[in-house]
């Protein structure tokens, strides 16, 4: 009797492992396959390097763009259009980085990248087919320019997030490295394309964007896919509200600073650049403060951590 009962206990002990085999947590968290992170590596490789080529590409093209669409920015009056023109893509880029960031973690990242491509690619095919002349074509081209500066905001906060994700702790410095890599690269290769494209014909300096935008929208929307946590979240509205306005101020006067528009010691330039700081340090102070500052490592999971 003895021996008999110890036989059942046997076998309970031989089941318990496949309660272990069923707890392979590592393989939900990579459940796309081993070539799954070098697509999700591409793919955002892609979104960072035409975000950041297009934050330069204007640069040496600008001539040919205002000479394309018949506007003299050297005339008084017409120095806002080349400053916002010139700096209007980098500034809210910088300005909604850190938000879009928060709301990946909030909404999904790959669905905000997703949606990032596809602004992107909509707002580079308005750039170039205005149909409008002279101060008219020139506001068109800020709004625009604007607009698609979302869309690579939106894939400049969330492609590295994708990234950790999908690579595991001992790759994820090569794949983080290779899309800054990416990142760098784009703004030297923006400035070689503007001064290319811009004397063929202005319209190629945005057009050039479009079939890289749509082949990454669409590879995107079917390749990528959500391994991240979304975590309940709140924005912190007034935050990010400071943060634009100090960033905005600043750049605008050394933008003008630049341009020789304002003398050094004018009051007003005193003023903004006053007003500025003190936003930026009134934002670091809500940061330390606010119960959902825009980046904080308590919000992040341990494989985000590492």
């Known amino acids: 009797m003895r021996a008999s009962s110890s036989v059942p206990a046997k076998h309970a002990a031989h089941d318990e492992p496949p309660r272990h085999e069923a707890v392979p947590d590592r393989r939900a968290s990579w459940p796309s396959g081993p070539h799954y992170k070098w697509i999700a590596l591409s793919n955002t490789t892609l979104g960072v390097l035409m975000a950041t080529i297009n934050a330069s590409i204007m640069l040496i093209a600008l001539p040919d763009i205002f000479r394309g669409i018949g506007v003299n920015p050297l005339q008084p009056g017409n120095t806002t259009l080349l400053l916002w023109l010139l700096m209007g893509y980098l500034v809210v880029t910088a300005v909604l980085v850190v938000s879009f960031g928060r709301l ?75 899309n800054q890599v990416a990142g760098i690269a784009g703004s030297f290769i923006g400035l070689v394309l503007g001064g290319v494209l811009g004397p063929i014909n202005w319209r190629y300096v945005f057009l050039v964007s479009v079939p890289f935008g749509v082949l990454g929208t669409v590879w995107s929307y079917l390749k990528l896919r959500e391994l991240g946590i979304r975590r309940p979240a709140s924005l912190d509205w007034w935050g990010n509200v400071t943060f634009a306005a100090g960033l905005i101020a600043v750049a605008v006067v050394f933008g003008l600073a630049i341009l020789m528009v304002l003398r050094r010691y004018d009051p007003a ?38």
């Open 104 to 178: 990946g973690d909030m909404f999904g990242r790959v669905r905000m990248f997703n949606l990032g491509f596809a602004i992107f690619a909509l707002f580079s095919v308005l750039l170039s087919v205005t149909w409008l002349h002279g101060t008219a074509a020139a506001w068109w081209l800020i709004t625009m320019r604007i607009l698609q500066a979302v869309g690579g905001a939106m894939l400049m906060a969330n492609s590295s997030a994708i990234l950790t994700d999908a690579f595991p702790a001992n790759e994820r410095g090569l794949a983080l490295g290779l």
């Open 269 to 306: 330039v005193i003023t903004t650049v006053v007003t500025g700081t003190s936003l930026a340090a009134a934002e670091l102070v809500r940061q330390l403060q606010a119960p959902a500052p825009a980046a904080s490592e308590s919000d992040a999971t341990p494989r985000e951590r590492s």
